[in-house]
C-alpha cells in the first residue's frame, strides 16, 4: 500500500530514464538501449518511449548481461538520430535513475558527441541514493530487483532499459513517501547529487 504523498509530489512529473551500454566506461563503450518513462509522482504513468542504439564501434560488450546482441542493433538508429528525442523527453522534467552517476555519465557523453545542449539543467534524483538514505545503516539491500520484491513491483526483465525504468518508476513512489518529503528540496542531498554537469562534456565524434 502506498503512503499518501504531499500534492506538489505527487503531481510533479519524473523522466525515469534507464541505459543499456557496451561496458562500464562512458569514454570506451557506447549505449545500446534507452528508455525513458514519464511519470507522476503518485506512480501514474505518463508515456513511455524506447530505441534500441546502434553504437558506433560494433561492440555490444557483455550479452549475458543485457541480452543485446549486433544482430538486434545492427538496423536501429544511430545516438545521434535518437538524441533529439530523448533530450525532449527529458526536458522540464525531474530526471531519475536508479544508479544516476552511471546513467547520467552516458547520456552527458552520448549527448556531447551529439552536438545537443539542453535549455537549462535538469534537476537529477537518484532512486539508489534515495532509497539508501533512507536505510543509513545499510541493513538492506538497495539493488533494483530487491527494491521491487519489497515493494511488490513487478520487474519483466532485469538489465532492460524499459523494464528496468517501468520498475524504476513504480517503486519511485514508494520511496518518496518513505522520505517524508513534501517537496523536493525536501528530499536528501545525497539523492539530489549534481553527478556529471552538461556544461563540462567533451565534445567528441563518434
Same mark, same amino acid.
Given at each position: 500500500?502506498?503512503?499518501?504523498?504531499?500534492?506538489?509530489?505527487?503531481?510533479?512529473?519524473?523522466?525515469?530514464?534507464?541505459?543499456?551500454?557496451?561496458? #562500464?566506461?562512458?569514454?570506451?563503450?557506447?549505449?545500446?538501449?534507452?528508455?525513458?518513462?514519464?511519470?507522476?509522482? *503518485?506512480? =501514474?504513468?505518463?508515456?513511455?518511449? =524506447?530505441?534500441?542504439?546502434?553504437? +558506433?564501434?560494433?561492440?555490444?560488450?557483455?550479452?549475458?548481461?543485457?541480452?543485446?546482441?549486433?544482430?538486434?542493433?545492427?538496423?536501429?538508429?544511430?545516438?545521434? %538520430?535518437?538524441?533529439?528525442?530523448?533530450?525532449?523527453?527529458?526536458?522540464?522534467?525531474?530526471?531519475?535513475?536508479?544508479?544516476?552517476?552511471?546513467?547520467?555519465?552516458?547520456?552527458?557523453?552520448?549527448?556531447?558527441?551529439?552536438?545537443?545542449?539542453?535549455?537549462?539543467?535538469?534537476?537529477?534524483?537518484?532512486? #539508489?541514493?534515495?532509497?539508501? +538514505?533512507? *536505510?543509513?545503516?545499510?541493513?538492506?539491500?538497495?539493488?533494483? %530487483?530487491?527494491?521491487?520484491?519489497?515493494?511488490?513491483? =513487478?520487474?519483466?526483465?532485469?538489465? *532492460?532499459?524499459?523494464?528496468? &525504468?517501468?520498475?524504476?518508476?513504480?517503486?519511485?513512489?514508494? #520511496?518518496?513517501?518513505?522520505?517524508? %518529503?513534501?517537496?523536493?528540496?525536501?528530499?536528501?542531498? &545525497?539523492?539530489?547529487?549534481?553527478?556529471? +554537469?552538461?556544461?563540462?562534456?567533451?565534445? =567528441?565524434?563518434?
Amino acid at each position: 500500500m502506498l503512503a499518501p504523498l504531499a500534492d506538489a509530489l505527487a503531481h510533479q512529473r519524473f523522466a525515469v530514464v534507464d541505459v543499456e551500454t557496451s561496458g #562500464l566506461s562512458p569514454a570506451r563503450h557506447r549505449i545500446l538501449q534507452v528508455a525513458v518513462v514519464e511519470v507522476r509522482g *503518485d506512480g =501514474t504513468v505518463v508515456d513511455e518511449w =524506447t530505441s534500441l542504439v546502434r553504437p +558506433s564501434l560494433w561492440r555490444v560488450g557483455p550479452r549475458h548481461i543485457h541480452g543485446l546482441t549486433v544482430r538486434r542493433v545492427w538496423r536501429a538508429p544511430k545516438l545521434a %538520430a535518437v538524441a533529439p528525442e530523448l533530450l525532449a523527453r527529458l526536458g522540464g522534467r525531474v530526471v531519475v535513475a536508479h544508479n544516476m552517476a552511471f546513467d547520467w555519465a552516458f547520456l552527458d557523453a552520448g549527448f556531447g558527441r551529439a552536438g545537443l545542449r539542453p535549455h537549462a539543467e535538469p534537476v537529477r534524483l537518484c532512486t #539508489l541514493e534515495l532509497s539508501r +538514505s533512507l *536505510d543509513p545503516d545499510r541493513v538492506v539491500s538497495h539493488r533494483l %530487483a530487491d527494491l521491487c520484491a519489497r515493494y511488490d513491483v =513487478t520487474l519483466e526483465r532485469a538489465h *532492460d532499459a524499459l523494464a528496468d &525504468a517501468r520498475a524504476t518508476a513504480q517503486v519511485l513512489p514508494h #520511496l518518496l513517501a518513505a522520505s517524508g %518529503a513534501e517537496a523536493l528540496d525536501q528530499l536528501p542531498p &545525497a539523492a539530489l547529487g549534481e553527478g556529471t +554537469s552538461w556544461a563540462s562534456r567533451r565534445q =567528441t565524434t563518434g
